[in-house]
Nanobody
Framework: QVQLVESGGGLVTPGGSLRLSCAAS????????MGWYRQAPGKQRELVAT???????HYADSVKGRFTVSRDIALNTVYLQMNSLKPEDTALYYC?????????????WGQGTQVTVSS
């Protein structure tokens, strides 16, 4: 059993910054990829950013140049540095981690942390 615990959400004014963190409850598992999704009210969940065990990163077009995803493999923790925040970044942010198993993979999800960008 693995739990992902997010922190760092909150209310920020447009143009501000926030840093999200997500720590896995176990450090004896290696995750092929970790990252963040978000879901705004009335919208589908969308991928925000992901980082692989080889440090390859991928970003949604809407956050490129503003958000940076990183991970600490030893701590099994993933971070999302969000700069130049916009009201449209308001959403519930979920972290995820993918663990490779024999014949496939298993995804783990956090409970979500709210990010609100408003003046």
């Amino acid at each position: 059993q693995v739990q992902l615990v997010e922190s760092g959400g909150g209310l920020v004014t447009p143009g501000g910054s926030l840093r999200l963190s997500c720590a896995a409850s176990r450090t004896d598992l290696s995750f092929n990829a970790m990252g963040w999704y978000r879901q705004a009210p009335g919208k589908q969940r969308e991928l925000v950013a992901t980082v692989t065990s080889g440090d390859s990163t991928h970003y949604a077009d809407s956050v490129k140049g503003r958000f940076t995803v990183s991970r600490d493999i030893a701590l099994n923790t993933v971070y999302l540095q969000m700069n130049s925040l916009k009201p449209e970044d308001t959403a519930l942010y979920y972290c995820y981690a993918t663990h490779l198993i024999l014949g496939g993979s298993r995804d783990y999800w956090g409970q979500g942390t709210q990010v609100t960008v408003s003046s």
